[in-house]
């Protein structure tokens, strides 16, 4: 038994039979079963605000972009967020902003100090690319996790879709690292298809998904947003045809199921990026694909529509109670159940360690 070398990640992503792919989505969805379950949890996503100091190529956030009108919750809107969100039964409620300056490091600690005395949920921060002291103290207010993806390992193509605010930040791998050293659990995670993103460097993510052993790893489909420079086509960074990633399902789904065996207990989410791509069944697809995590929008829907990093976001429309029914029925049409919980990466870790067969976790796949 052995882990999946660059080589057999790199078969994978260009196989296109979809007899082959059947058998890879399988052997993923076993490792997912082994290693994780059945429990799909539920983390509640609240935008907390949509103003943004950064430039990225891709994002309808983007400072520039001024066709999107900007808001910001207050504290008693995030609060009325997370009392629903126990409601609901959720683990976990998602705070995920811009990066908005007027969003202290005082005013965001007190808000988790909150959510952690008054309820019983894990809360995730993922508000972008902040100092260390501001980690730190968000840390020791009881945040329990932290999401930043660093959406492409080709540290060239990184630059060019993000402009730097400041000459010398630490760079997103250092902050994951930084994140787990102060004892968050960390998720990164990339996009896929992005222009200019070789078939190369997406197999280069999924090494540096297992090198940071990372604990929540998102994947989504990179989908163009006119009022950007990426998406409106006005930057074209250079690529061989051949080499540039398709940002289409079935990418995705190769990718979240290579990751779950590349990195078997980490907490991996079926998007809501999957989910607009294909209304129908996306969300499930990738649940079958090796995804354990579902990320229903608990934003006010009034907000929903205004935090739009990419255009037709799915399920804007609904109220916070009608996401989590549909949800629910999806993962129940699955044969599977919605976690209770928090829903940690500490609790898999402990569960693989007493599963009597924790070798089929290195399952060997032949490409
Ligand atoms: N400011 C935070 C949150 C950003 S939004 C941060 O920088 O981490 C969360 C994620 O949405 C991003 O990490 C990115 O992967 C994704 N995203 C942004 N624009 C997108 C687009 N046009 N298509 C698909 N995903 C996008």
Redesign the pocket.
């Known amino acids: 038994m052995k882990e999946l070398t660059k080589l057999e990640i790199l078969k994978w992503l260009r196989e296109q039979r979809s007899s082959r792919l059947a058998e890879l989505y399988e052997r993923a969805d076993a490792v997912r079963k082994q290693s994780v379950g059945d429990a799909v949890h539920l983390r509640g996503l609240i935008e907390i605000s949509s103003h943004?100091v950064?430039q990225?190529m891709?994002?309808?956030?983007r400072q520039a972009n001024r066709a999107l009108q900007r808001y910001r919750m207050t504290r008693e809107e995030i609060l009325d967020c997370a009392r629903q969100a126990e409601r609901l039964g959720y683990g976990t409620v998602v705070m995920?902003?811009?990066?908005d300056d007027l969003l202290t490091a005082e005013w965001i600690a007190e808000i988790v100090r909150w959510i952690k005395r008054e309820t019983t949920l894990a809360v995730t921060l993922?508000?972008?690319?902040r100092r260390q002291d501001e980690l730190k103290l968000w840390r020791s207010a009881g945040a329990d996790r932290y999401?930043?993806?660093f959406?492409t390992s080709d540290a060239n193509l990184f630059r060019v879709i993000h402009p730097h605010r400041f000459a010398d930040g630490p760079g997103r791998l250092t902050l994951l690292r930084q994140l787990k050293a102060l004892g968050y659990e960390a998720g990164g995670?990339?996009?896929v298809g992005i222009p200019g993103q070789s078939f190369d460097s997406l197999a280069e993510d999924i090494l540096t998904f297992r090198a940071l052993d990372l604990d929540m790893i998102?994947i989504?489909?990179?989908?163009?947003?006119a009022d950007?420079p990426?998406?409106s086509g006005a930057l074209r960074p250079a690529i061989l045809p051949s080499e540039q990633v398709p940002s289409n399902e079935e990418m995705v789904y190769k990718m979240i199921a290579l990751t779950r065996i590349a990195c078997p207990t980490a907490n991996i989410p079926s998007t809501t990026?999957l989910a607009t791509i294909n209304r129908v069944d996306g969300r499930k697809l990738g649940l079958k694909a090796g995804a354990n995590v579902v990320m229903p929008n608990l934003s006010p829907t009034k907000y929903r529509r205004l935090y739009e990093?990419?255009p037709e976001k799915a399920c804007i429309e609904e109220s916070a109670a009608d996401c989590s029914q549909c949800l629910r029925g999806q993962i129940h049409s699955l044969g599977r159940f919605a976690g209770e919980g928090q829903g940690g990466r500490g609790e898999f870790e402990n569960l693989a360690s007493i599963l009597p067969d924790v070798s089929s976790r290195f399952v060997q796949l032949q490409a």
């Open positions: 943004c950064r990225c891709y994002c309808g956030l995920q902003a811009g990066e993922s508000l972008g690319e999401l930043l993806r959406e995670g990339v996009m998102g989504g489909p990179y989908i163009a947003h950007t990426l998406g990026a990093i990419y």
